[in-house]
């Protein structure tokens, strides 16, 4: 008798537009939570409550500013492959976001601040018709 192991598949991916409308940033989060439990089977275990919830924040902070700062709908994508999720958000504007020094007292501008901190690799570039920032986050976090 043969021992079948979980296949696993990857790259895993998903891609959503969105208007820009009131609730996109609930919708994009479920979407990601969505994406999250359907990883369980091709890693053999769920995604860790707490990184989970890492990765739910990254997406916030991503298409909040996507939709505070870019004029027109935009799409992200989510991704897995080789123990890490990828959230691609493309936009119209071409301002690339602005990471600031950490600064308690300062109100706002904390976002890339945050996305930075909780992941492996940001990236920003300019693209025909905006930009692509994309987020690469290590599902189990390292030591």
Same mark, same amino acid.
């Given at each position: 008798?043969?021992?079948?192991?979980?296949?696993?598949?990857?790259?895993? %991916? &998903?891609?959503? &537009?969105?208007?820009?409308?009131?609730?996109?940033?609930?919708?994009? %989060?479920?979407?990601?939570?969505?994406?999250? #439990?359907?990883?369980?089977?091709?890693?053999?275990?769920?995604?860790?409550?707490?990184?989970?919830?890492?990765?739910?924040?990254?997406?916030?902070?991503?298409?909040?500013?996507?939709?505070?700062?870019?004029?027109?709908?935009?799409?992200?994508?989510?991704?897995?492959?080789?123990?890490?999720?990828?959230?691609?958000?493309? #936009?119209?504007?071409s301002q690339l976001p602005r990471r600031f020094e950490p #600064?308690?007292?300062?109100?706002?501008?904390?976002?890339m601040e945050i996305v930075g901190r909780l992941c492996r690799q940001v990236t920003a570039e300019r693209v025909h018709g905006?930009?692509?920032?994309?987020?690469?986050?290590?599902? #189990? %976090?390292?030591?």
């Amino acid at each position: 008798m043969l021992d079948v192991l979980t296949t696993v598949t990857e790259p895993l %991916r &998903r891609s959503i &537009r969105y208007a820009g409308r009131d609730g996109t940033i609930a919708a994009a %989060r479920d979407t990601a939570a969505a994406f999250l #439990d359907g990883l369980a089977p091709d890693r053999a275990a769920p995604v860790p409550g707490e990184r989970a919830e890492e990765i739910l924040l990254v997406v916030s902070e991503l298409v909040t500013n996507a939709g505070r700062y870019a004029p027109g709908p935009y799409v992200m994508e989510l991704g897995y492959c080789g123990g890490a999720v990828e959230i691609t958000v493309w #936009d119209t504007s071409s301002q690339l976001p602005r990471r600031f020094e950490p #600064d308690p007292l300062r109100i706002g501008g904390h976002g890339m601040e945050i996305v930075g901190r909780l992941c492996r690799q940001v990236t920003a570039e300019r693209v025909h018709g905006g930009k692509r920032v994309t987020a690469r986050l290590d599902v #189990d %976090r390292p030591a």
